[in-house]
């Protein structure tokens, strides 16, 4: 995650101390994808999620087991993630459970069965944060979703959570489709008192791998970044201070800290990259870890045709602390690993090579360019 607000503008932000404070051996975020189970059908979704849940899912005991072994090894958050993670009838036990344990549990929904009765459970359970997705405008978004009404439904679904008293902010995948919406989606949340927004570069996984040609160009990237930097600080500048995040696309460190320089903020351009610095680079095997509704164990929620092992024979712990996994010593030692113009950019230790699901997609090679990559020669230099 790339945070806007806080390189940008100086913010002091809830999750600093988590994304620019860590020291040492630092234990991975895992996505748990708690069920593939989905009430929706979006276009871009990367786990292929469908109506109702599949025999292979994991049952709640083996959830409380694997809850019980993150919290022994150290892990500082649970994402719930699906599918529809609402379509898991015990989820508000099962964040209940991790939340206990001391887990910083977090879910990611679209937002439509949010009902108040869910959230104020959820609120009870000790729920941290709810991010809910919301890709456009009406029409834009219920297209996403391919379901009419989803884009109202999500919208009472984070009123519903401000009400309740659980932290809320929206998730935005940026597609050729969306980013005419830009700017009304910063209008909303203005208006609805949102306090924070991700916006996601799409990755080519799922069924978003059909829609590869569906990304934003180079120049069209950095037209919406530069806006998203734009709104960002006039909010900050009218003293609404919202956190602004972008989100699977490293290059957008690089190309923020060279905006300020040519801004002439020297002395914030050096902070952002002392910041960019202390929070790595893509982190996919390191910082990331995804865990599917079967038990197996990915490098991160995209790369799923690269298991690592499953809970269900190994514990997590074993699984990620295994110092002989060739693809974990590879994704854990990046710079010996990336091709193509990667090897000699100047902002590899920032970036990492970006995301291997993509340049996979993309190009056949695991360790190939990522298409994403939207820095020019003379920038990478």
């Known amino acids: 995650m790339i945070g806007i607000s806080k390189l940008y503008c100086g913010s002091v ?26 009430n929706l059908r979006c276009v871009h979704c990367y786990a292929h999620a469908t109506a109702g849940c599949k025999t292979d899912e994991m049952s709640f005991q083996e959830g409380l087991a694997l809850i019980d072994d993150l919290a022994a090894f150290g892990v500082p958050v649970l994402l719930f993630s699906g599918g529809e993670p609402l379509c898991r009838p015990e989820l508000p036990e099962l964040v209940a459970y991790a939340a206990a344990k001391g887990l910083r549990t977090v879910i990611s929904t679209n937002g439509t069965l949010l009902t108040t009765p869910m959230a104020a459970r959820l609120k ?12 456009g405008m009406r029409e834009t978004n219920d297209h996403f979703r391919g379901q009419p009404g989803a884009f109202d439904r999500a919208l009472d679904g984070i009123r519903t959570c401000r009400e309740a008293g659980l932290r809320v902010g929206l998730r935005y995948t940026m597609t050729r489709h969306n980013v ?23 990755v080519y996984a799922g069924r978003g791998e059909a829609m590869a040609a ?22 900050h500048a009218r003293g609404i201070l919202t956190e602004v995040l972008t989100v699977d696309n490293h290059c957008d460190g690089p190309y923020l800290f060279m905006r300020l320089l040519r801004e002439g903020r020297t002395a914030d351009a050096e902070q952002a990259l002392a910041l960019l610095r202390r929070s790595g680079a893509n982190s996919s095997g390191s910082g990331i870890a995804c865990v ?35 693809l974990l010593k590879a994704l854990r030692n990046k710079r010996e690993q990336v091709t193509g113009q990667c090897v000699t950019c100047h902002f590899l230790d920032l970036c990492g090579g ?28």
């Open 13 to 38: 932000e809830p999750a600093d101390r988590l994304r620019y404070g860590h020291t040492g051996d630092r234990k991975p975020v895992v996505v748990w994808n708690c069920t593939r189970a989905c």
């Open 124 to 135: 009870a359970a000790g729920l941290a944060y709810a991010g809910i997705s919301l890709d």
């Open 180 to 202: 005419a919406d830009l700017g009304a989606v910063f209008d909303l949340l203005e208006r609805e008192g949102v306090p924070r927004i991700c916006f996601y570069h799409l």
């Open 214 to 235: 569906d990304d934003l160009s180079a120049d069209e990237t950095r037209q919406a970044l530069d806006l998203i930097i734009d709104r960002t600080a006039d909010l």
């Open 292 to 326: 599917s509704w079967d038990g197996e164990v990915y490098p991160d929620q995209f790369l799923r045709q690269h298991a690592l092992g499953n809970v269900r024979h190994r514990p997590f712990s074993q699984i990620w602390s295994d110092g002989d996994n060739p």
């Open 354 to 381: 970006n995301f291997r699901a993509r340049a996979e997609a993309a190009t056949g090679d695991f360790w190939g360019v990522d298409p994403a990559c939207y820095l020019t020669a003379s920038e990478r230099a």
